[in-house]
């Protein structure tokens, strides 16, 4: 009784096809039962029938139909994965905390880094969070401020429910404040158990606005924070900005009737990274690629991790093999089972 209470399916949806058996195999078995009959009386009379077909035993035909349909029961009983005896099995993760800093700064609107800078950012972060192996990622945004969208989960169909929604809107203020940013990471995302096992991913394409940033990245570095900044755009020409205007126009951003064209301050973003121990500066300039995916095989997935959580698991034994075993019997029953009557003994 205690094996059938524990008993678990991993496939609970091939029981529909069980549904076979009244809807179509019953059926079908019953009109050829009735189409046989119909086909002999067409053929003979009783009285002939009777002499001709007296060494059948239609008792043992309905048996064989039977045991078919008993055999087809038993597979679709293998396909739901029976599995009982439930043992406690405990599952340890392990990884690193990583927190990714993402400027959504007008300026990230962009387009030379197509489609523009911000989208080309959130599909590399989309393509990192496929390759990640058991980490914790959080989001931050920032512009003139910074707002955590996500902190720190492995639940990574819900990071990228957050990152759907990110856009140059997903911060009320103006500027590129990275120094803050970071702060706020080191603040309100990471913990203060372990001095290892954390990656700040910091992705920006503009010059800082007095937020002091290598400041706030010493400050990182003294709680174990690694660094790796990620710079958009170029020094020297940069890009201008795109504003799409209430009628559908494009057309570019002003600052005291001049374009406004915003260039990478690289200078800071190395000071920035090299401030902690192992950080690293990456350049994502107009026409190359940015893969995130390739940077955390590089510098994350090969670094020191620490167990983020342990999880009990129930580990079941697979017993489909029992009723796979049970349906070749019946087979075979069947096979070797005789329509005829037993030989009248003598």
Known sequence: MSDVQNMNLGNDKALWLLFLVPAVLAPVYAWCFWRKAQALRALASHEMLARINNTVSLPKQVFKA????????????ALTEPKWNPQPQQIRRQGRDVAILLDTSRSMLAEDIKPNRLERSKIAIS???EVLKGDRVAIVTFAGNATVKCPLTQDYAFVRMVLADISTESTSRGGTMIGD?????????????????????????????????????????????RIIAIGLGDDNTGSRIPITGPDGQTTFLKYQGQEVWSRLDSDTLREVAYATEGGKYLSVEPGTTMDLGQIYDNLIASAAKRELESVTMMKYDEKFQIFVAFAIGLLICEALLSERKKAPSV
């Not at 039977?66 to 009983?77: C, M, Q, Y």
């Not at 800082?208 to 990182?220: L, N, R, T």
């Open 66 to 77: 039977f045991l078919l349909v008993l055999a087809f029961v038993l597979i679709v009983l």
């Open 127 to 129: 393509d990192l969070l």
């Open 181 to 225: 940013a970071i702060r706020k990471a080191v603040d309100e995302v990471f913990d203060r158990q372990s001095r290892e096992y954390k990656d700040l991913i910091l992705i920006t394409d503009g010059e800082d606005h007095d937020s002091f940033p290598v400041e706030a990245a010493q400050k990182a570095a003294e709680e174990g924070i």
